[in-house]
């Protein structure tokens, strides 16, 4: 049974720049979160997709935005990168409201 | 204002000894706790979670946490510490039921020598 899935494993983009990260949850979850990890510190929660939709956000601005699809995949957009948005994004998945399990992330650098 | 503290940037111990990773929260009510692992490189990997009834959790690894509703503390213990426990903890906090984000701490690096 494969855990939580993501794609790609690195990223670097520029400036301006648009980008789109992946999650596959692990089998039998229904919902998906997206958490922002900046170098040193703990990972920052951006929001959390049930059933379709954006169930809960976090204190993020409006340049992150998501998706998720009716396999429950889910997408992570971020448009106008700024040199700050270079992080690990992880994507975590839970069934209801149990505990959530976490992918191995996507770092982004943004140069 | 923070809902999670890790008083300890690193924690050092030696193969064999107990090991502690402190944390504290700050949230009203009965929240949701947990602890997860992270390795390099790796994405973070659950141990235990408190959600309610007794206040000694255990959890994967041989790891345990105790709760303790009056001082806000929610300690993570190993009775004996191994070369592989060495890696990033945190704690998090979830604050209600109804409150599905996941507050983490700044964790706690700890290196087990051999």
């Known amino acids: 049974d494969a855990g939580v899935t993501q794609s790609p494993t690195h990223l670097i983009k520029t400036r301006g720049q648009q980008v789109t990260l992946r999650c596959s949850p692990k089998?039998?979850?229904?919902?998906v979160s997206w958490y922002q990890q900046a170098l040193g510190q703990g990972p920052q929660f951006i929001f959390q997709?049930?059933?379709?939709?954006?169930?809960q956000r976090g204190n993020f601005p409006d340049r992150f935005s998501g998706h998720q699809f009716p396999n429950y995949s889910s997408e992570l957009n971020v448009n106008a990168l700024l040199l700050g948005d270079s992080a690990l994004y992880l994507c975590?998945?839970?069934?209801?409201?149990?505990?959530?399990?976490f992918g191995p992330g996507t770092r982004l650098t943004v140069l | 204002a923070q809902s999670v503290a890790q008083p300890e940037d690193q924690v050092n111990v030696a193969e064999g000894n107990p090991l502690t990773v402190k944390c504290t929260y700050s949230?009203?009510?009965?929240?949701?706790l947990f602890w997860y692992v992270q390795y390099p490189n790796r994405g973070l990997q659950f141990l235990l979670k408190?959600?309610?009834?007794?206040?000694l959790v255990k959890g994967s690894y041989g790891f345990e946490a105790e709760f303790n509703k009056s001082q806000t503390s929610f300690h993570l213990k190993k009775p004996s510490a191994l070369v592989s426990d060495s890696a990033l903890y945190f704690c998090?906090?979830?604050?209600?039921?109804?409150?599905?984000?996941?507050?983490f701490g700044a964790g706690t690096t700890v290196t087990v020598r051999a």
């Open positions: 975590a998945s839970g069934f209801r409201d149990r505990e959530q399990f």
């Open positions: 089998s039998g979850h229904d919902t």
């Open positions: 997709y049930y059933e379709e939709e954006e169930r």
């Open positions: 949230v009203s009510g009965n929240p949701y």
């Open positions: 408190y959600i309610t009834g007794d206040n």
């Open positions: 998090a906090v979830r604050p209600t039921s109804n409150d599905y984000k996941l507050s």
